[in-house]
C-alpha cells in the first residue's frame, strides 16, 4: 500500500518561502496539487522517475521548484515569492507512469493535504 505524507505547510506572509514535504514509499511519478475553498483541484508541478524531468504549472513557474530525494524517499515543494492566491491546501500524488505530467485523472495515491495560507 502506497502511502502518502505531506509536512511544511503554515502560515507565510506575501513575498515569502515554504518548502512542502511528502515522503513517499515505491518509485512514482510525483505531482503537488493544490485546492482553494471552492475552486476545482488544480495541478502544481509534478517530477518524473528521472529527478531532471519536471513540469509546472504557468502560475508558479520560476517561483516553486519540485525535486526528489529517492534516498530519503521524499518529494519536495519549494515555494517561494509566495502570493496570497497561493493559499489552498496542498496534495502530493502519485502516478504509475515514467514521464511527469499535470493530468490529475493520472493520480491514484493521494495524501492527506496540509494547508498553505498566505496573507497579504
Known amino acids: 500500500q502506497v502511502q502518502l505524507v505531506e509536512s511544511g505547510g503554515g502560515l507565510v506572509q506575501a513575498g515569502g518561502s515554504l518548502r512542502l514535504s511528502c515522503a513517499v514509499s515505491?518509485?512514482?511519478?510525483m505531482g503537488w496539487f493544490r485546492q482553494a475553498p471552492g475552486k476545482e483541484r488544480e495541478a502544481v508541478a509534478a517530477i518524473g522517475l528521472q529527478s531532471d524531468n519536471r513540469t509546472y504549472a504557468d502560475s508558479v513557474k520560476g517561483r516553486f521548484t519540485i525535486s526528489r530525494d529517492y534516498a530519503n524517499k521524499m518529494v519536495y515543494l519549494q515555494m517561494d515569492s509566495l502570493k496570497p492566491e497561493d493559499t489552498a491546501v496542498y496534495y502530493c500524488?502519485?502516478?504509475?507512469?515514467?514521464?511527469?505530467?499535470?493530468?490529475?485523472?493520472?493520480?491514484?495515491?493521494w495524501g492527506q493535504g496540509t494547508q498553505v495560507t498566505v496573507s497579504s
Open positions: 515505491g518509485r512514482y511519478v
Open positions: 500524488a502519485a502516478a504509475r507512469r515514467y514521464s511527469a505530467t499535470l493530468v490529475v485523472q493520472e493520480y491514484v495515491h
